[in-house]
């Protein structure tokens, strides 16, 4: 880990609570390097797997993609969709949650939306993908709504030509702090469900294709 020039004034504010940290991992951190694949291996799916989205769940790992900590404590709840929906391939869904500083200090969180796809035979499907992220400040006690849009692009799977389609089956999604695979406590995650009906569409087809989108 290199912080740079700077990382010991960061680190010393920090320690002493004159700055309430607020960064996110930006890779995994696994607990033994054993379990690491091979240096010369870059199969995102081989051995134990390569990078959150493959990751292999008998692997240990010691901190999460997406992990941090803050002098903060950020509560989740409110999550719309409140009960599980359906819709079909094309169509996008909003999801919002409300997020809540009832922490001591004021600060800021890094709220994520990851996704879940379904499982396809004789597919290779990542286990979860962070499909967007937002930062927010909050004062103490004070909430915030977020909202997330779930585009056809984000409930699509690359099949083995490089094709994206959407198939149909039960996705799950997440909105909090982090990964629901790295739970601190059960109130900085909420998790809800969806189904897609209908039939295995290719993404090109629905109009609104593209990695963002509007709902």
């Not at 010369?40 to 999460?64: E, F, P, W």
């Not at 699509?156 to 198939?167: A, L």
Request: aromatic residues 12%; proline residues 5%.
């Amino acid at each position: 880990f290199y912080a740079g020039q700077s990382g010991s004034q960061a680190i010393i504010e920090t320690i002493f609570g004159w700055n309430n940290p607020s960064g996110r991992l930006p890779y995994t951190v696994n607990d033994l390097s054993s379990e690491l694949p091979n240096f010369t291996d870059y199969h995102l799916t081989s051995k134990t797997g390569r990078t959150y989205r493959y990751l292999s769940y008998s692997t240990t790992v010691q901190h999460h993609f997406g992990d941090g900590l803050s002098y903060s404590d950020f509560n989740y709840t409110n999550l719309k969709p409140a009960s599980k929906v359906s819709i079909s391939p094309c169509d996008s869904l909003n999801v919002t949650a409300t997020v809540i500083n009832e922490g001591p200090v004021a600060g800021d969180e890094v709220v994520q939306h990851y996704i879940a796809n379904p499982l396809v035979d004789g597919l290779i499907v990542p286990q979860v993908n962070l499909m967007g992220f937002r930062r927010i400040h909050l004062d103490v006690g004070k909430s915030q709504d977020v909202t997330f849009c779930m585009c056809p692009y984000s409930m699509s799977t690359v099949d083995n030509k490089g094709i994206r389609h959407i198939y149909p089956g039960t996705y799950a999604y997440t909105v909090g702090g982090h990964q629901a695979a790295g739970y601190i406590s059960m109130h900085d995650v909420i998790e809800n469900y969806f189904e897609v009906n209908g039939a295995v569409t290719p993404l090109q087809s629905c109009k609104n294709n593209q990695i963002t989108c509007s709902c």
